[in-house]
């Protein structure tokens, strides 16, 4: 087998430096997990409520055997000066950023709630009424907008990375960073945003993950001259403290759902970290513009479902 497709060649991240938004919980976690464990050197960056050094610190340990790295600092992604202030501390450390993952994200469901296939009609509106408008603002703030303006922010550092000029695999050729799937921004979506009719009322977020899966093609279209990628990652019912799952009780409002998923399971660390080494390495690097759905077969029975 020729080196350029073997495995540890094709889906390599070693060494690679990253971002993970929302990385010290969830799927954010998993994907910073996966990073690291395969040798790349990792940002997380989260809530300054959030436990930030104890996931530091075990993502080092769960990276120590491929030489993977991890740092990590607080950040607010509600405004652009807080957004600014991520680019401004990564700049002190790094000249370029390979792989920035902006995943963090928020669901604000209405106060009221209902099941909304089933409600008689006052119920309804009352539910649909209950949601606030703030929710519905902050919710495209950290969902939508914090995704352009931080792809924005860090442009320059992922064309640098894009733009390298790396050494081949003993034969003697040279690559640009982009040929090994450099320079590139994975967003963190949802199915929410594909379909419509389900039991639960989430339409403020799924909204939210409609405009995102857009602006992965719109991003990708504007930093398409230099191949600066843009891709996004659509995962199906994943447990997480956002959404909890399994219990059917209390805030698990996904219920028996996940049971019915074809693969008769909830993704995991394997199914997240997976698909970000794939479109983060040369396996990927032909990928740009493009969302790629991460359920299980949830997504083709979704609609009406109960």
């Known amino acids: 087998m020729s080196s350029s497709t073997a495995i540890p060649a094709l889906f390599s991240v070693k060494g690679r430096v990253a971002i993970v938004t929302g990385g010290t919980s969830g799927i954010g976690r998993m994907i910073a997990e996966g990073l690291v464990s395969n040798g790349a050197k990792v940002y997380v960056c989260g809530l300054a409520r959030d436990e930030i050094e104890d996931v530091v610190q075990d993502l080092n340990v ?11 600092f607080p950040c607010d992604l509600t405004s652009k000066e807080g957004i600014q202030s991520i680019s401004t501390r990564f700049r002190e450390a790094e000249t370029h950023l390979d792989l920035l993952v902006s995943n963090a994200g928020i669901r604000r469901d209405p106060p009221v709630a ?6 008689p009609f006052e119920v309804l509106q009352a539910s649909l009424w209950s949601s606030e408008y703030g929710d519905w603002v902050r919710s495209f703030q950290i ?30 050729e040279k690559r640009t960073g982009r040929e ?3 320079g590139v921004v994975v967003v963190t979506s949802s199915i929410a945003s594909l379909h419509y009719a ?9 909204s939210t993950k409609a405009a995102t899966d857009h602006l992965v093609g719109l991003l990708a279209a504007k930093f398409a001259r230099w191949y600066v ?26 219920g028996s759902l996940v049971e019915k998923v074809p693969a008769k399971r909830a993704g995991g660390l394997w199914d997240m970290a997976g698909t970000v080494l794939f479109l983060a390495s040369r396996a990927g690097a032909y990928v740009d513009g ?10 083709l029975f979704a609609n009406g479902q109960t």
């Open 143 to 172: 969902n939508t907008m914090a995704h352009y303006f931080l792809s924005v922010a860090l442009l320059d550092l992922l064309r640098a990375a894009a733009e390298m000029v790396l050494e081949g695999d003993g034969d003697g």
């Open 114 to 119: 209902c099941d909304v296939l089933q409600a």
């Open 290 to 299: 493009r969302c790629v759905v991460v359920d299980g077969g949830r997504t």
């Open 62 to 72: 769960k990276g120590k055997e491929m030489g993977g790295l991890a740092f990590g």
């Open 198 to 206: 389900t039991n639960v009322d989430m339409m403020s977020y799924a």
């Open 229 to 254: 990628r843009v891709v996004g990652v659509n995962p199906g019912f994943v447990p997480t403290n956002m959404n909890p799952m399994g219990t059917g009780t209390g805030e698990d409002i996904f």
């Open 180 to 182: 090994e799937g450099r």
